[in-house]
């Protein structure tokens, strides 16, 4: 089973990062009845008004770059369907914390069970993605391998050591 991803459907990142300001803010007038100020709807305007400047200029861009005009429909199909599947994800996102904002106002900050339920509950989700991690497994154990006078030759490659660097410098700032 193969699952989709977003940047298969060549979707502008920056949309990811920036656009959860619209999405946020959206949902916190009409599920919180939140009111905010004159300079931060216009901070976000401007922000959305140059998220989508630079969205246009790179459809642009890739347009420029095709000289099929099959092609050209095609990627902006592909980048039609990649953006929605981006803006659901951000509104889902927005909500998720509206939620969670609710939770801890009833319930109390409990962050380490938090981050528990985060950490296990999309577990059985990896089941779907285990043809890709058995090929990403195999691709981590090709060389080169990790070389210190200390260690053993061929002990483990140099991907398998940098992601256990990267987990255990990790571990100390999530206790």
Known sequence: MRLVSVYQYR?????NRCGSLLANMTL?????????????????????IGISMCTMASVSAK???ASDKA????DLHEMTIGTIMVFIALFTSAYLGIQQEQLYKKYGKHPKEALFYTHLLPLPAFLLLQS?????INIFSQPPYANFSYMPE???TML????FCNVI???PFNV
Do not use: M, P
Not at 160 to 163: E, N, S
């Open 11 to 15: 979707c502008i990142s920056s949309l």
């Open 154 to 156: 061929n002990g483990f």
């Open 63 to 65: 347009t420029a770059e």
């Open 160 to 163: 398998w050591f940098l992601l």
């Open 71 to 74: 092609q050209i429909d095609s």
């Open 28 to 48: 916190g007038i009409l599920l919180l009845k939140k009111s905010y100020s004159k300079s931060t709807y216009a901070a976000v305007v401007a922000v959305t």
């Open 169 to 171: 410098t990790q571990y």
């Open 132 to 136: 890709d991690i058995r090929h990403h």
